[in-house]
């Protein structure tokens, strides 16, 4: 695929100086309130009677220890998009891309290499691509909702999605700024197979393409009206074989049909994984199926959105999600079979979708610090579990766990993107396994297992690398913080002594854990609602902490917070690297407006050294847009280099070189 070229087309008064264009246009909006920037308050958790050991001890080997995580993954963390909220998230076409998407995914790439991404979820399923190019609704857009024609007896609402083939251009074109890889599907909302999401995506995507999910939680189907009974996982299999079936009567699909990921059931309505393999499953579509996957949220907060129950309290469910035990090691203990079994054939297995509650989240919980501790315990949880992937899904407005959202479409003028807790956690856990795709796992069962105190080990190339350490108490509640110390080999290990001089620390910090905003990574913060163009603001620190003389090392740790020390030396020098603005030619105003220079615009592929570069997207700074002596210019069609970008929609213009 070749690199994108920009363009510009103006047909508005524009401002022209030096090679820069600025569209600047009046624009009212009303403020819109909504779960993804909800600041609900909630009152801090009371700490654990008794309390935990606050000085515990870790013994790690410099062997490869027993019972150690597979070799996992970099990128093993990434997001899942509801399908219907793409052109909100991503862009509005191949040629207008969501700038802060791209500087988040690149947080990414700087940090693991590599991002993954699923665009998909209820909606995919009701998807058609306008192969023809002639839909009405689909001009100069991605996708079109039906809203018109929602099925009645579908509990969820799903509207019919139409995708024009500009949509995979635009995933393309994001590909080709950033590093990242797509999942797709093929709709499965009945057996009259559309393909057209495989026709466009296998020939404009080519390797970003990941795979093809094939079915979203059909264990639903028949509660959701998408079936008739009896249907159950047989009927699904036999499903799967009649688009095997079609796959195999054409060769333009050969590389699609050995693709397909499996199940994504949500072990709902009876239905189990066990049942799929032990009717033969992976056995009968060995070839066919590239990964196996699960889609599990740990509790549901369906009840408040679509009635039929007790709405769950946010205030009692808090504690949940401060435990190690509650909805982590009891939930992934669920899957541990599972994950060997897919070893035993040599599939990965992910966790297709995951968050914090279904159907939106909780106010208070989904989008506080406490939900930033617990997810990044759940990925690592997942990892010692022996999945090979996860991805934390992105709803629209009314979600409270959504990692980011954009603003609403009337706020754009004011508003900057909000970065939510899970957003945090798939950054530092980036951090955490890195490049290497060496990375094993392993839970110390630390302080004698208890649940507000966990810590796991990571080795890579077979040696100790890093440790991770959680302190989940609140400090409302009185002292809590940790002395966590450690040892590498020495007395009692058969070991030598193997503890480092010193170890460098990079601490990911919040006052209380409800906080709902400026949670700091090493310093560095994404701000609060509304307040982010999706790069880390402030400076780096990482701390220097000396060890002991009697081969020991002594971390301390706030409560609440998580710790990473790195165990070889000073981490990752390219996650330190100012964060690249990826700016565009297009500006719908005056404030908020970042700029970049065209050839690093023109060269830009997710692998680039941007550590001497630095942009700006704030209002008054000395490379913002926003400067005197402009002359006014009727701009009719440029094509312009060392452009200028806005957030009214923040967005990049380019065009790829189409095939």
């Known amino acids: ?54 000085a515990p001890f870790l013994q790690l080997t410099s062997a ?31 040629s207008l891309i969501q700038v802060p998407f791209l500087n988040l995914m690149h947080n990414i790439v700087q940090r693991s290499g590599t991002v993954n991404v699923r665009v998909g979820g209820n909606t995919q399923d009701y998807a058609t691509v306008d192969e023809a190019g002639t839909h009405p609704e689909l001009q100069g857009k991605i996708l079109w909702k039906d809203k018109a024609n929602i099925n009645s007896n579908n509990p969820t609402a799903t509207p019919p999605v139409y995708l024009s083939k500009d949509f995979f251009y635009l995933l393309a074109n994001i590909s080709t700024f950033t590093n990242v890889h797509w999942y797709l599907s093929i709709p499965f909302n009945d057996t009259n197979w559309r393909l ?13 393409l990941l795979g093809y ?32 079936d079609r796959l195999n009567q054409d060769t333009k699909y050969n590389s699609a049909k050995t ?49 039929g129950g007790t709405p769950a309290n946010p205030q009692d469910e808090l504690p949940n999600f401060l435990n190690h035990n509650t909805y982590l090691k009891s939930l992934i203990s669920q899957y541990t079979t599972h994950t060997a079994f897919a070893q035993s054939k040599n599939k990965p297995f992910l966790m297709f979708e995951t968050n914090t509650a279904s159907c939106g989240g909780f106010p208070g919980v989904s989008d506080s610090f406490a939900s930033v501790l617990w997810s990044l315990d759940y990925a690592l949880q997942m990892a010692y579990g022996n999945f090979s992937g996860a991805m934390f899904h992105v709803g629209g407005q009314t979600t409270f766990y959504n990692p980011f959202t954009a603003p609403p479409t009337n706020e754009t003028v004011f508003h900057q993107w909000t970065v939510g807790p899970l957003y945090y956690s798939v950054l530092v856990m980036a951090e955490i396994l890195g490049t290497t795709n060496t990375s094993q796992v392993l ?11 966990p810590a796991y080990a990571i080795y890579e190339n077979g040696k100790p690398s890093k440790l991770a350490l959680f302190n989940y108490m609140d400090s409302a509640g009185g002292n809590a913080a940790l002395t966590v110390s450690f040892a590498i080999g020495g007395s009692g290990s058969n070991e030598a002594n193997a503890t480092p001089q010193s170890v460098k620390v990079k601490y990911l910090l919040s006052n209380h854990t409800i906080d709902t905003g400026n949670f700091t990574w090493a310093g560095q913060t994404f701000g609060v609602a509304y307040g982010s163009d999706g790069r880390l603001q402030g400076t780096e620190s990482v701390q220097t902490i000396n060890c002991n003389s009697d081969n020991t090392c002594q971390i301390p740790l706030a409560a609440p917070g998580f710790a990473l020390v790195f165990l070889n030396g000073d981490p990752n020098p390219t996650a330190a690297a100012p964060s690249q603005t ?23 592929n997710g692998h680039q050294d941007v550590s001497d570069k630095k942009y700006s997207t704030s209002y008054g700074s000395g490379n913002s847009v926003n400067r005197a002596g402009r002359n006014a210019a009727s701009v009719g069609t440029l094509a312009v280099l060392g452009v200028s970008l806005g957030l009214g929609w ?10």
């Open 1 to 54: 695929m070749r690199l994108p070229f920009v363009t510009l087309t103006l047909s508005w008064l524009c401002t022209l100086v030096a090679g820069e264009v600025t569209i600047q246009y009046l624009a009212q909006a009303t403020m819109v309130a909504s779960g993804a920037h909800n600041d609900t308050p909630l009152n801090a958790p009371s700490l654990p009677n008794p309390m935990p050991n606050l």
């Open 64 to 94: 490869l220890p027993s019972g150690i995580s597979i070799q996992l993954p970099a990128g093993f963390l990434g997001f899942s998009i509801e399908m219907s909220v793409a052109n909100q998230v991503l862009g509005h076409n191949s």
């Open 196 to 208: 057209g999401i495989v026709d466009e995506s296998q020939a404009i995507l080519g390797n970003y």
């Open 213 to 244: 999910q094939t079915a979203n939680e059909p264990d639903f189907y028949l509660a959701h009206g998408h079936r008739t009974a009896p249907y159950n996982e047989s009927t699904w299999m036999g499903e799967f074989g009649q688009l095997v």
């Open 259 to 307: 693709q397909l990921i499996v199940p994504s059931i949500a072990n709902a309505n009876g239905w189990q994984l066990q049942t799929l393999w032990d009717l033969g499953l992976v056995d009968q579509f060995n070839s066919n199926i590239k990964y196996l996957a699960a889609e599990r949220y740990p509790t549901d907060n369906c009840a408040a959105i679509w009635g």
């Open 443 to 453: 839970d110390l069962n630390a302080n004698n297992g208890d649940v507000s105190t």
């Open 582 to 604: 990826f700016s565009t030619s297009l500006v719908t105003q005056t404030r908020n407006t970042a700029t970049i220079d065209a050839q690093v615009l023109a060269t830009s």
């Open 650 to 659: 923040f967005t990049v213009r380019v065009n790829s070189m189409r095939r």
